[in-house]
């Protein structure tokens, strides 16, 4: 209603019946994909990525792009296995990790916003200091951090619901709430549109935007803590790709670059097509190698089939 | 009505942009309860006098009194605290926020400090537009609507903040009639009420149905000032322009030749349909028509730019199907846009390399460029159309906004067209630069070019054109010889007046 | 810096400029030299005839990728699947020939998938309007996993003599790679500077809807600028194949940073229309030498992605800052 992009019936997103049609394949073609325990799995596989592709969508939505938050979340994972070891309480070592990751986001967010460089070569250069920060501090090995809390969250349940799922959701909640009635939301929208107009109406668009990434930051810290905690130990490659999963995800999703369409309600749908993809793909045996090329082909596919839907739907200028 | 002291002063304001001295000097004050009408052609300065005042911009030198005391301001936003509230035509909104996002962007009614409270946000602008005799749905978002509701949305912002001086600039350009009425209605109610109105306009008609009092700009000086009613339409035109109407339109016409353009019932995806229009060597051809009429869109059908869906196209009796720029430049038609920053210069660019763009093919046709050569072709030109600037490597970016028309017209008249499509040839360009274009457009018809001009400002279509079409919502709805034409009947069908169920625009 | 190259005069620096005007150009090769001096402190053998050569050598596979991406950038957009494409030729030549097809057409054949992978990219970027990084990072992808599925996680070498000449041979004293590299320099310092495709390049980038309406045909050029990417991408990775005689996926995977770095440190604007070969030499030939000189100070090979990272950042900020001095 008051979301700036409309979600009603009438315009069912494509990837909807991606997903559909996905759902189906597998169910015919692998056995064991329908199963409740399966569908679980893909939930708790979601859940990082949800967690981590919420951060991308707002960051996508001011008109930036944050290519380092796959490597901040292994990077969060390493400092909280890092502060496990040694010997700090658990909960502290959690809360390192997340902060960690807030302060990544925070320096990227400063050199976007203050330094003005292009948000592409800002987080990625940020995504190489953070790699050979991460590969320093870990002599390239992973951490290990086996403790009880960490296999609470992974495996533990909390109202029927498991626990990763659970966080995401409550995640996507705050964030939504944010999104639609705060100040917060409402910059990152206006970022995107018409920052001028934002800054003549008196609003900081500098602390705006840093707020954005280290915002985004924070989410990938909370999601390295999940993915740190299924594997009991932090490992600086962990996130390595997921940021393209979490891009992908909040375009297939709908949100697009230029129009400030879009939001994290839509995001939900592309990580649910990546989730039940990169699960059906497993599920059905397929090997590890086929599958970089195979979702790279799908995840391209459904955002040229997204965007060839809307512009046909759409009276745009065709050249 | 008039208080005894002025509540807005500006004194001695100057302001320069790169390559532009865009106001010197200038003094201006408003009293409260009163309509000053600041007029002046394009680049007079009085756009930017109006941003100055409302916080927008801040001037080089001189300054700004407010109730007796100088005050600084950074930005609207401060401005409109201290009251005073400015609407001009790039607007501060955020197109794809919805209506009331944008009305109270950064003054959001809250909930406990930090949740917007989004039930009386709509209902605010609901009340707001409701003033203004406007009534939409304020959930959708902005950009879903034309531009005079976006105009209504940002006067609306304006308004919630309740402001003693209101600057208006140019409100009227994207209104109806009626949109006008209503307007001007809300406008003398704000006069009774004491606020001190800023109305910028170059409509004369309006300034003497709404003015209390006028100020005249020319080439960023104070031209004159005094009551509305001192002065008459022909005097206001004379300061503005300082010259007489046969030099600001030179016509030396030849009678005219082949026919150039032929279109037949052309309809133009996303744009005008069913256009019957006809264009021959040696004569101008001027489209009139209120902005969002399907002018634009028509000179982008004829380009290659937008699609053709139906209808036919010749040129020079060939049928034509455009397909793109390329296609079309080959074909010797030429187009300068609308907006000669956005697409008809590289800004970045130097005059020789913004000079040679489009014709590069031509001069090398081995595909090696030689630079000695782009520099004789960009200097002949400088030299011909009398550009100024230092040196053909300068950016096209400090060039002075006739110059840099000038720029792109070289560039077209490079590739030697026979058919030349013109969009706003003058739009922000001082007085002198506009005679000269114009002496050059003159010029070029009586060499058989054949120049289809686009065209806002209506003296210069009925000053430069040998047939006048008029366009309405996206139909031709007129077509004059030169010595059929009028302001009147002209201005009465842009208007859409006298026309068969006319269903309000936007 | 094209813009100086072009007047090929004193007037290409424009009336009334001040030492901030001067100072973006002549940063780059000033940093170079400063670079040079430092190394030499380090390692008394560094104005050696073997060491430089030894440097032009290393420096050779990234100006070759860093080449096709400056053409990229210049249309303000960006090649992120180079160093799949790298890999994805690299494994692919290898693997012709391994497999008995003569070194000549197993050549060929992998720049032509490496010209039609770029292709792939421009079709993406242009018919489908997608965002140039996420395109070339989809396609990334795509290249890599193509890579893996053919080595199915194994190292291929052992490759036959005349193949690894183009690696490590000479005529007379210069290294076969570094005439390779040379070749392609010139070749599309030539292209860009003296063309009229090379001139519309610069224009779209500049202003891709200027350009447009001045006729230019924009598909024609992306699709060929992307290509040309993809080309040297390939290039790139049989060089890299021919040199260490050995293929695997991922081969290419620090190239992708490093190309660009090299790119935007040689003066060439992200946003497109700026820059020139001859900056991106000097970028690529900074970044090699500051490889060398952490190899000499002993530096783990952990550190190098930190410092490449922190480099690009600095370096662009400092593009950053000086176009604004010079506005």
């Known amino acids: 209603m008051k979301k700036p992009a409309n979600l009603n019936l009438a315009t069912v997103p494509p990837v909807i019946w991606i997903v559909l049609a996905l759902f189906a394949l597998y169910s015919f073609l692998a056995s064991g994909f329908f199963s409740i325990g399966n569908l679980w799995n893909i939930a708790v596989q979601a859940a990082p990525l949800l967690i981590l592709a919420i951060g991308a969508t707002m960051v996508i939505l001011t008109e930036g792009i944050d290519l380092s938050c796959g490597i901040v979340l292994g990077f969060a994972g390493v400092g909280s296995a890092l502060l496990v070891q040694w010997g700090f309480s658990v909960w502290l070592a959690i809360l390192g990790g997340v902060l960690l990751g807030g302060i990544c986001g925070l320096i990227n967010g400063v050199l976007v916003a203050v330094f003005r460089l292009p948000p592409f070569i800002a987080t990625l250069g940020m995504a190489s200091v953070i790699t050979g920060a991460g590969l320093i501090s870990t002599e390239g090995t992973s951490i290990a951090a086996r403790i009880e809390v960490f296999d609470y969250i992974s495996n533990g349940a909390l109202f029927g619901l498991k626990v990763p799922v659970l966080i995401a959701l409550v995640i996507f909640g705050v964030a939504w709430f944010m999104m639609r009635l705060t100040a917060f939301g409402r910059n990152i929208y206006a970022l995107g549109g018409n920052s001028e107009a934002l800054r003549l109406s008196g609003a900081n668009v500098t602390a705006a935007l840093i707020q954005t990434y280290a915002v985004a930051g924070l989410l990938a810290g909370i999601a390295g803590i999940l993915v740190a905690s299924r594997t009991a130990s932090g490992h600086i490659a962990a996130g390595v790709g997921w940021d393209f999963d979490a891009i992908a995800a909040t375009i297939i999703g709908g949100t697009s670059f230029e129009e400030g369409k879009g939001g994290i309600a839509y995001t939900v749908l592309g990580v649910i097509l990546i989730a039940v993809l990169r699960n059906g793909l497993n599920v059905a045996g397929v090997p590890n190698m086929y599958q970089f090329a195979l979702i790279g082909t799908v995840v391209l596919g459904a955002i040229i089939f997204d965007i060839s839907v809307r512009r046909l739907s759409g009276a745009e200028e065709s050249r | ?506 | 810096m094209a813009e100086i190259a072009e007047s090929a005069a004193p007037a290409g620096l424009w009336s009334g400029g001040g030492w901030k005007r001067l100072i973006g150009p002549a940063l780059r090769p000033l940093g170079l030299l400063a670079l040079c001096v430092a190394l030499s402190v380090l390692n008394e053998n560094f104005f050696t005839l073997k060491n430089i050569i030894s440097v032009l050598r290393q420096s050779t596979i990234l100006l070759v990728v860093a080449i096709g991406m400056n053409l990229v950038i210049l249309t303000a957009g960006i090649d992120l699947s180079v160093g799949g494409v790298m890999a994805l030729v690299g494994c692919l030549t290898a693997r012709l020939i391994v497999g008995g097809t003569a070194i000549v057409p197993a050549i060929a054949c992998g720049l032509a998938v490496g010209a039609l992978f770029g292709l792939a990219n421009g079709a993406l970027v242009r018919v489908f309007r997608l965002p140039p990084f996420v395109a070339t990072y989809g396609m990334m992808w795509i290249a890599n996993g193509l890579a893996m599925i053919l080595m199915q996680g194994k190292i291929i070498f052992g490759l036959p003599d005349p193949f690894l000449w183009l690696g490590s041979g000479y005529l007379s004293i210069i290294p076969i790679p570094v005439i390779i590299a040379a070749i392609v320099a010139v070749a599309f310092h030539f292209y860009l500077v003296k063309t009229i495709s090379g001139k519309e390049i610069y224009a779209l980038g500049a202003n891709r809807e200027a350009a447009r309406y001045s006729g230019i045909n924009t598909t024609k050029t992306l699709l060929l600028v992307y290509s040309l990417s993809g080309l040297t991408a390939a290039i790139a990775g049989i060089m890299m194949t021919a040199r260490l005689d050995a293929a695997q996926e991922g081969m290419g995977e620090p190239f992708m940073l490093q190309a660009i770095a090299a790119v935007v440190m040689g003066g060439s604007s992200l946003m497109g229309g700026e820059g020139g070969i001859p900056g991106t030499v000097i970028g690529a030939l900074i970044l090699t030498l500051v490889v060398n000189g952490l190899n000499l100070m002993g530096v783990s090979s952990m550190v190098h992605p930190l410092v490449t990272g922190g480099v690009i950042v600095t370096a662009v900020f400092f593009d950053v800052v000086t176009r604004k001095w010079s506005d």
């Open chain 2, 1 to 506: 009505m008039l208080n005894h002291a002025p509540i807005l002063q500006a004194r001695g304001i100057s302001k320069e942009f790169p390559g532009v001295r865009a106001l010197e000097n200038v003094d201006f004050d408003v009293y409260p309860g009163e309509v000053h009408a600041l007029i002046g052609e394009n680049g007079a300065g009085k756009s930017t006098l109006g941003k100055i005042l409302m916080g927008a911009y801040r001037q080089d030198s001189g300054e700004i009194v407010l109730e007796g005391k100088p005050v600084r301001i950074e930005r609207p936003s401060e401005a409109l605290r201290r009251g005073i509230g400015g609407v001009h035509q790039e607007f501060m909104l955020v197109p794809w926020l919805n209506v009331a996002q944008n009305i109270f962007l950064n003054r959001e009614p809250r909930r406990w400090g930090i949740v917007v409270d989004h039930r009386r946000m709509h209902e605010e602008s609901r009340k707001l537009l409701a003033s203004l005799d406007v009534h939409i749905d304020t959930r959708q978002p902005l950009k879903s609507f034309g531009t005079a509701l976006q105009q209504m949305v940002e006067l609306s912002k304006v308004m919630a903040a309740h402001p003693r001086i209101l600057i208006l600039d140019e409100p009227t350009a994207v209104l109806t009639e009626r949109e006008v009425e209503c307007l001007f209605r809300r406008i003398r109610e704000m006069r009774a009420q004491g606020i001190a109105i800023i109305f910028i306009s170059h409509r004369l008609q309006e300034i003497r149905e709404i003015g209390d009092r006028v100020t005249v700009l020319r080439d960023g000086k104070n031209a004159a000032t005094g009551l509305a009613q001192d002065f008459s339409n022909d005097d206001l035109v004379q300061i503005m322009v300082g010259r007489s109407i046969a030099q600001m339109y030179p016509r030396n016409r030849r009678p005219p030749g082949q026919e150039a353009l032929r279109l037949t019932g052309v309809s133009v995806r996303g744009g005008p349909k069913n256009v019957d229009l006809s264009v021959r060597t040696g004569e101008i051809v001027g489209i009139a028509g209120l902005v969002g009429s399907g002018r634009t869109e028509l000179a982008q059908a004829v380009f290659g730019i937008r699609q053709i869906e139906r209808g036919e196209m010749a040129l020079f009796g060939d049928t034509v199907t455009p397909r793109s720029p390329a296609q079309m430049v080959r074909k010797e038609v030429g187009l300068i846009p609308e907006d000669r920053k956005l697409f008809g210069l590289t800004l970045k660019f130097s005059v020789a390399r913004n000079v040679v763009m489009a014709s590069l093919r031509l001069h090398f046709p081995r595909l090696l460029v030689s630079y000695s050569k782009v520099r004789r072709l960009a200097e002949r030109f400088v030299k011909e159309l009398r550009i100024v600037t230092p040196s053909v490597n300068r950016p096209v970016r400090y060039l002075s906004g006739g110059n840099q028309q000038k720029v792109v017209l070289a560039k077209w008249l490079d590739t030697q067209p026979k058919l030349l499509i013109v969009d706003e040839p003058t739009r922000g360009i001082d007085v002198g630069a506009k005679v000269e274009i114009h002496t050059l457009m003159d010029n070029l018809v009586q060499q058989d070019l054949a120049i289809l001009m686009i065209s806002s400002d209506l003296p210069e279509v009925l000053g430069m054109s040998d047939v006048v079409y008029v366009m309405y919502q996206g139909k031709v709805v007129g077509r004059f010889e030169h010595s059929e034409a009028t302001q009147e009947k002209i201005a009465a069908l842009m208007l859409g007046v006298g026309l068969p169920a006319a269903a309000e625009a936007t």
